[in-house]
């Protein structure tokens, strides 16, 4: 069974950088049939999409975040992650990895598989 | 302030009906497939529907979603108190180029 894991620093201070792992087991990065990313949820707000990627490295991004925003994969550990630069408060959120999968428009946006998450804080 | 629109909170009795509303545009549920997800606090988001009527493997047929124009909805049938939930929508929105999702509806089983 597919199992996403969110790792990374809970407390990021303002205008430094934001970096989060997601370790995928039980299941291949690799796989040619996904991709792989990236949603927030600020406290009271709702989810938001911050990127998505393939094992291949090839990235798309939220276009309100993409200045900010890199997403890598290292396939050789199984993980891909996220780097969010000069953070501010409004960047306070719970952080989640998901796969994706391909909806019948061939748009890789199905999140068939979560992670439960990780809070991160950002705080002087 | 979410691009897809849904009601804050539902609620009906055990074993009744309930249906979720998620209201957009032509940018986005107007023109491209819809998810339905289900978050249990503490636990990871379910994926409940996909283009806007299909439930994955191990999903009951309790759960089920339609679109007209651009509204979506999930009903849920024979509701249990494990059902109590937050339930979003999500789809692309060809306007803003970005995935987006709903603002989240609770659900409570009274």
């Known amino acids: 069974q597919l199992q996403l894991q969110e790792s990374g620093p809970g407390l990021v201070k303002p205008s430094e950088t934001l970096s989060l792992t997601c370790s995928v087991s039980g299941g291949s990065i690799s796989s040619s049939s996904h991709y792989w990313g990236w949603i927030r949820q600020p406290p009271g707000k709702g989810l938001e999409w911050i990127g998505s990627?393939?094992?291949?490295?090839?990235?798309y991004y939220n276009p309100s975040l993409k200045s900010r925003v890199t997403i890598s994969v290292d396939t050789s550990k199984n993980q891909f992650s996220l780097r969010l630069s000069s953070v501010t408060a409004a960047d306070t959120a719970v952080y989640y990895c998901a796969r994706l999968s391909a909806d019948s428009s061939g748009y890789y946006g199905i999140k068939d598989s979560w992670g439960q998450g990780t809070l991160v804080t950002v705080s002087s | 302030q979410s691009v897809l629109t849904q009601p804050p909170s539902v609620s009906a009795a055990p074993g009744q009906k309930v249906t979720i509303s998620c209201s957009g545009s032509?940018?986005?549920?107007?023109?491209?497939?819809l998810s339905w997800y289900q978050h249990l606090p503490g636990t990871a988001h379910k994926l409940l529907i996909y283009d806007n009527n299909k439930r994955p493997s191990g999903i009951p047929d309790r759960f089920s979603g339609s679109k007209s124009g651009t509204s979506a909805t999930l009903g849920i049938t024979g509701l249990q108190t494990g059902d109590e939930a937050d339930y979003y929508c999500?789809?692309?929105?060809?306007?803003?180029?970005?995935?987006?999702f709903g603002g989240g509806t609770k659900l409570t089983v009274l």
């Open positions: 032509s940018s986005n549920i107007g023109n491209n497939y």
């Open positions: 999500g789809t692309w929105d060809s306007s803003l180029s970005a995935w987006v």
């Open positions: 990627l393939y094992y291949s490295g090839s990235t």
